[in-house]
């Protein structure tokens, strides 16, 4: 049983395209990331779902209803967190929860209880008569997704909700969340950060560029592109090393117009190893050189790079 399926969905600006043609299922009772650098298209996309804008073109199902043609049907089940700050400067913490469970038609007694047990799950006791103006950035955006569970909601779309928490406060909310979905939620959660998606999701999907890239479970993706590491090399002097270093197998490699080469792979020691052999076969000199965990941003580029590049043997 899916909440959330999408068909060849996208939206465009004038000729620029944010979202480009992704399909997307989500499970029920699960919690799916939504994994990408700035400017991928994770807000543009959970506005789509959200009903919030509506697509250039493609097919939006939520919890089994029409989301083009029936909009606020769907705004009535879901719960959305969005990336922008939200709130009323003049509201104490607890009235911000009163209210946004009384614009959700809370009945008074379940109000109550609800603001109470939210207080303590996002660590807001003892800030609670403060007003919002008063609070720091990340106690404002724990309110911000605090009031959300006001309401019962089948479905719930968070826009980067961890951005501005400090660490504590952000592995709060994640047991959080991944208790209320033990209970049977589900959960739209976008992030840029890998090792959140990895604690949290049970599916992955990386975006670029508008375009989903890989959707996986976190194990399978750390498969895919946990090992990899870029070596970054300068030579002594600008030379043109492509073909030397073109018929090593499992790598990507960039050159500059002058002395640095940008090496991707995920086994990276062999190809060090070649790199180094093959270099010093040719008297070529090396002035500097480093190893470092590929960065999610070069992971992107690289797997876009290689699906553009036409069917190059081995990648699964
Ligand atoms: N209303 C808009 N008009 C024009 N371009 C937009 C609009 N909203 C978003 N974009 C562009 O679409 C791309 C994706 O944006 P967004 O979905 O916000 O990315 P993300 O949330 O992944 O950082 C960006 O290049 C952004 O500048
Ligand atoms: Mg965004």
């Given at each position: 049983?899916?909440?959330?399926?999408?068909?060849?969905?996208?939206?465009?600006?004038?000729?620029?395209?944010?979202?480009?043609?992704?399909?997307?299922?989500?499970?029920?009772?699960?919690?799916?990331?939504?994994?990408?650098?700035?400017?991928?298209?994770?807000?543009?996309?959970?506005?789509?779902?959200?009903?919030?804008?509506?697509?250039?073109?493609?097919?939006?199902?939520?919890?089994?209803?029409?989301?083009?043609?029936?909009?606020?049907?769907?705004?009535?089940?879901?719960?959305?967190?969005?990336?922008?700050?939200?709130?009323?400067?003049?509201?104490?913490?607890?009235?911000?929860?009163?209210?946004?469970?009384?614009?959700?038609?809370?009945?008074?007694?379940?109000?109550?209880?609800?603001v109470e047990e939210l207080l303590v799950a996002f660590d807001l006791v003892d800030i609670r008569?403060?007003?919002?103006?008063?609070?720091?950035?990340?106690?404002?955006?724990?309110?911000?997704?605090?009031?959300?569970?006001?309401?019962?909601?089948?479905?719930?779309?968070?826009?980067?909700?961890?951005?501005?928490?400090?660490?504590?406060?952000?592995?709060?909310?994640?047991?959080?969340?991944?208790?209320?979905?033990?209970?049977?939620?589900?959960?739209?959660?976008?992030?840029?950060?890998?090792?959140?998606?990895?604690?949290?999701?049970?599916?992955?999907?990386?975006?670029?560029?508008?375009?989903?890239?890989?959707?996986?479970?976190?194990?399978?993706?750390?498969?895919?592109?946990?090992?990899?590491?870029?070596?970054?090399?300068?030579?002594?002097?600008?030379?043109?090393?492509?073909a030397l270093l073109g018929e090593i197998p499992g790598c990507t490699i960039e050159y500059d117009s002058g002395t640095v080469i940008?090496?991707?792979?995920?086994?990276?020691?062999?190809?060090?190893?070649?790199?180094?052999?093959?270099?010093?076969?040719?008297?070529?000199?090396?002035?500097?050189?480093?190893?470092?965990?590929?960065?999610?941003?070069?992971?992107?580029?690289?797997?876009?790079?290689?699906?553009?590049?036409?069917?190059?043997?081995?990648?699964?």
């Open positions: 049983m899916y909440s959330i399926q999408v068909d060849s969905l996208s939206k465009s600006y004038g000729n620029f395209v944010a979202v480009d043609g992704i399909d997307l299922e989500v499970e029920r009772g699960t919690i799916f990331g939504f994994l990408g650098p700035n400017g991928a298209g994770k807000t543009t996309t959970m506005k789509l779902l959200t009903t919030l804008i509506a697509p250039s073109s493609g097919k939006i199902n939520i919890l089994g209803i029409d989301g083009v043609k029936s909009p606020l049907e769907v705004r009535k089940k879901i719960g959305v967190v969005l990336q922008q700050p939200s709130y009323e400067p003049t509201l104490s913490v607890e009235k911000s929860l009163e209210k946004y469970g009384m614009m959700w038609n809370v009945d008074s007694k379940t109000r109550k209880m609800r008569k403060k007003k919002n103006d008063d609070l720091s950035i990340g106690q404002r955006r724990r309110v911000q997704v605090a009031r959300e569970f006001m309401h019962d909601m089948d479905l719930l779309f968070l826009d980067e909700p961890t951005v501005g928490l400090d660490p504590s406060a952000r592995r709060n909310l994640l047991d959080y969340i991944k208790a209320r979905v033990r209970d049977g939620l589900t959960i739209f959660f976008t992030t840029h950060i890998l090792e959140e998606a990895e604690y949290l999701c049970d599916k992955i999907a990386i975006i670029n560029r508008g375009k989903i890239i890989a959707v996986d479970t976190p194990e399978e993706l750390k498969n895919k592109f946990g090992r990899q590491k870029t070596i970054k090399m300068h030579l002594e002097q600008k030379q043109d090393v492509s940008t090496i991707h792979s995920d086994r990276s020691e062999q190809v060090l190893q070649d790199v180094l052999r093959i270099l010093a076969s040719s008297g070529i000199s090396i002035e500097d050189l480093s190893v470092v965990p590929t960065s999610l941003e070069e992971i992107f580029l690289s797997v876009v790079k290689n699906s553009n590049e036409s069917n190059n043997s081995s990648s699964k």
